[in-house]
């Protein structure tokens, strides 16, 4: 059984910055050879795309609205992603999911086989 557990969340002022950790387990898991993303889900909307990293991390990828302010990157040896998050805004208030998938389908939600439960970010303004 796969379980991804992120952790990081919390409440900070805009224009600070936050660092999420999602932290991978599993016997027959391999996280070094899965793709890995993160998602948001804000009240009322649709959960979107935020960044994903391939597996060996020398791939990454960006949601316009995140890029140049949040970095992903990932510790195989430790089986853990993390997002670095600076320079937040309160429309960046949202629960945080990390995601696993053996593709390459990086911004599509429905090709990650496995979901983490999520970590609540409030930004106040």
């Known amino acids: 059984q796969v379980q991804l557990v992120e952790s990081g969340g919390g409440l900070v002022q805009a224009g600070g910055s936050l660092r999420l950790s999602c932290a991978a387990s599993?016997?027959?898991?391999?996280?070094?050879?899965?793709?890995m993303g993160w998602f948001r889900r804000a009240p009322g909307l649709e959960r979107e795309f935020v960044a994903a990293?391939?597996?060996?991390?020398?791939?990454?990828y960006y949601a316009d609205s995140v890029k140049g302010r949040f970095t992903i990157s990932r510790d195989n040896a430790k089986n853990t992603m993390y997002l670095q998050m600076n320079s937040l805004k309160p429309e960046d208030t949202a629960v945080y999911y990390c995601?696993?998938?053996?593709?390459?389908?990086?911004?599509?939600?429905?090709?990650?086989?496995?979901w983490g439960q999520g970590t609540q970010v409030t930004v106040s303004s």
């Open positions: 995601a696993a998938q053996s593709g390459r389908y990086y911004n599509s939600a429905a090709k990650y086989d496995y």
């Open positions: 599993g016997r027959a898991f391999s996280f070094s050879s899965n793709a």
């Open positions: 990293i391939s597996w060996s991390g020398g791939s990454t």
